[in-house]
């Protein structure tokens, strides 16, 4: 009976501490606004903070496709070298594909950055071929 009741009082304190830690609020996201024209991005926050997630609502408002990728900004050599998408995508930290952007369609994308960067070390940009070197590039700063 002694060890039927130390059982008993186990399983009540591990029910107890496992319904506290999950009663912990989770933070909601932050909502970003993106709108995207032929050929500029627009943004209702430029300014982020290291480990808070947000909700980038994507709009192309735009007439033709587009993307949108959260990156490091190419240098003058890269935008020169010819990179293909493949290698584009991979310097990426976050996008939203360009099947997912047509005109006038709006996508979601869910995003925490996991490091500080300093303004110019980031941006937010469409790569479509020739979109970038139009100027379709946003510098933002992550604290």
Known sequence: MFVFKK????????????????GQKVRDSIEVQINLTEFGIESSLTDFESGVPYRFIVTNAGTVEHEF?????????????????GEMD????????????????????????????????????CHTPGHYEANMKLPITVK
């Open 69 to 85: 990728m959260i990156m490091p900004p190419l240098t003058a050599d890269e935008m020169g070298m010819g990179m293909d998408m």
């Open 7 to 22: 059982v008993l009082i186990v399983l009540l304190v591990t029910g107890f501490l496992l319904t506290a830690c999950s």
């Open 90 to 125: 991979q310097m990426a930290l976050a996008m939203i594909a360009t099947e997912k952007l047509q005109p006038g369609v709006t996508a979601t994308l869910d995003f925490s950055f996991t490091e500080t960067a300093p303004a110019g070390a980031l941006e937010l940009a």
